[in-house]
T-cell receptor, first 111, second 114 residues
Framework: QKEVEQNSGPLSVPEGAIASLNCTYS??????FFWYRQYSGKSPELIMS????GDKEDGRFTAQLNKASQYVSLLIRDSQPSDSATYLC???????????FGAGTRLAVHP | GAGVSQSPSNKVTEKGKDVELRCDPI?????LYWYRQSLGQGLEFLIY????????KSGLPSDRFSAERTGGSVSTLTIQRTQQEDSAVYLC????????????FGPGTRLTVT
């Protein structure tokens, strides 16, 4: 059973701090990883994708992938109250196109 | 450009009735996916279309669930003889299957079976 694991949270950080969200996966064949943000009552919104080991930065967001450790993370710099949402980690396995999602981590940014 | 659209946005139906949910993917996206998200649960894969064919139906929970896609575009998910456990948000996503495999979600259909 291919799995993606996330701490459900809530992760509470003060405004302006760095939020660090983590994800582990069981399928070594997974090649691509994605972070989605989901506000309550809304559908998931893609915020980052990462395909190779290392860091990928986009604005205040940095995704990190370590395939040897089967670990993916998302850093949010200068966290804002508007970042408060559930963050979903998803992996795509080689040969398959469906995404396997973690249960999500709820992030709360307090002023 | 226009994103993924889904209709209806909300559907309330009585147990035992059939329902049809519609998804219109982003123009030019060849791949289309259906997922569902039950209250407080993660996203559960249902079915994947490449063009009009469905090479992966592994997530359909029972034979009451079926889906089709026509013209490589619009897809319909049909649930027959609905049960209360079918209540969930049904999400459709689409993607290009080259360069990246990023999936973009529609707003979802909230199905409530009474």
């Amino acid at each position: 059973q291919k799995e993606v694991e996330q701490n459900s949270g809530p992760l509470s950080v003060p405004e302006g701090a760095i939020a660090s969200l983590n994800c582990t996966y069981s399928d070594r064949g997974s090649q691509s990883f994605f972070w989605y943000r989901q506000y309550s009552g809304k559908s998931p919104e893609l915020i980052m994708s990462i395909y190779s080991n290392g860091d990928k930065e986009d604005g205040r967001f940095t995704a990190q992938l370590n395939k040897a450790s089967q670990y993916v993370s998302l850093l949010i710099r200068d966290s804002q109250p508007s970042d408060s949402a559930t963050y979903l980690c998803a992996g795509r396995s080689g040969g398959y196109n469906k995404l396997i999602f973690g249960a999500g981590t709820r992030l709360a940014v307090h002023p | 450009g226009a994103g993924v659209s889904q209709s209806p946005s909300n559907k309330v139906t009585e147990k035992g009735k059939d329902v049809e949910l519609r998804c219109d993917p982003i123009s030019g996206h060849t791949a289309l996916y259906w997922y569902r998200q039950s209250l407080g649960q993660g996203l559960e894969f249902l079915i994947y279309f490449q063009g009009n064919s469905a090479p992966d139906k592994s997530g359909l929970p029972s034979d009451r669930f079926s889906a089709e896609r026509t013209g490589g575009s619009v897809s319909t998910l049909t649930i027959q003889r609905t049960q209360q456990e079918d209540s969930a948000v049904y999400l459709c996503a689409s993607s290009l299957l080259r360069e990246s495999y990023e999936q973009y979600f529609g707003p979802g259909t909230r199905l409530t079976v009474t």
